[in-house]
């Protein structure tokens, strides 16, 4: 067993307890081995099954202390990224089903039913983050979400709140409609997942482990929703995949068609609040690397599924 396979059998099996010895991008490789050696549905359902974590182990302590210590300014950029994971995750959650319902084969079900496991995990991850760590008097999940909605990012609002649930209503209207299917994996595992919450993760993390917080509950939690998430990007990919190998003419279309609309949600996504840079100068990063690492993550991605946007 060479040094890459150690890696990728340390993130592959590691606990939640350990998750604060792994790095994220270490995590994210699980991605780029899949494209090469992609793996079959029932395989990431195997993974998946390996790979249970529990939301109620974790300690945010520590979490705790360090937000007590922090000025109200540093707790405002530091809450924004967390504002948008925890609606999202809620959001993908609520969408989720007519997907499994339009799946065409009993193994893509199967796989699409852990993926709402883990989307449903996700959002009580940030719930009890947000509860134990900044705090709140929100009696239930719905109206903290409402408390808590970046209700001013336009782009991130149209994508999650508008078009998500639009492909997802026509699947739940029509769970024949094998196009809608290819323009919602488009969007829901390539766009959101693969693009943007996956570049959200990364930089998170390393900026925590930067600052030695890779102790922090968050961490290790976040750090095992971004290897659920790694699971669910290598599904959008071969899927897409296999749609555009076997009907290129059909389904590459609609594949374009649906990044190109999302190219400005993404940007807008990225955009912080009111543009002020600080949300991220303060951790040491810039809006444009984010966008750039975003943006060849997707290109990677779309090559692997056999798509050129400039095509």
Request: hydrophobic share 40%.
């Amino acid at each position: 067993m060479d040094v890459q396979d150690r890696i990728d059998e340390k993130v592959a099996s590691a606990t939640l307890k350990e998750m604060g010895d792994l790095r994220i991008d270490d995590v994210l490789a699980f991605i780029d081995r899949g494209i090469e050696s992609m793996p079959s549905y029932m395989d990431l359902y195997r993974r998946w099954e390996r790979q249970q974590w529990a939301v109620s182990d974790l300690d945010f302590g520590p979490d705790r202390e360090s937000w007590e210590a922090m000025t109200e300014e540093g707790k405002k950029y530091a809450i924004w990224i967390q504002r948008l994971f925890f609606n999202g995750e809620e959001r993908v959650t609520a969408t989720l089903a007519p997907f499994i319902w339009a799946a065409p084969t009993p193994e893509i079900e199967i796989f699409l039913t852990t993926q709402m496991v883990d989307e449903a995990r996700h959002a009580v991850f940030f719930d009890r983050w947000w509860r134990e760590v900044p705090g709140t008097d929100a009696k239930d999940m719905r109206t903290l979400l409402d408390e808590v909605r970046p209700t001013v990012n336009e782009g991130y609002n149209e994508l999650f709140y508008d078009r998500l649930p639009g492909l997802s209503q026509r699947l739940a209207s029509d769970p024949t409609d094998i196009e809608s299917l290819v323009a919602g994996v488009t969007m829901y595992h390539i766009v959101i997942e693969a693009t943007l919450a996956l570049t959200g993760q990364r930089f998170a993390l390393e900026t925590m482990r930067e600052q030695d917080e890779s102790h922090f509950g968050f961490y290790k939690g976040f750090t095992a929703v971004a290897r659920d998430e790694s699971r669910h990007v290598n599904f959008g990919i071969k899927f897409l995949q296999e749609a555009v190998r076997e009907d290129p003419g059909r389904f590459g279309p609609i594949v374009q068609r649906t990044l190109v609309e999302c190219l400005p949600l993404i940007s807008g996504t990225l955009e912080p609040p009111d543009g002020d840079q600080r949300y991220y100068s303060e951790y040491g990063r810039s809006q444009e690397e984010f966008y750039e690492y975003a943006m060849t993550s997707l290109n990677k991605r779309l090559a692997a599924i056999g798509i050129n946007l400039a095509a």
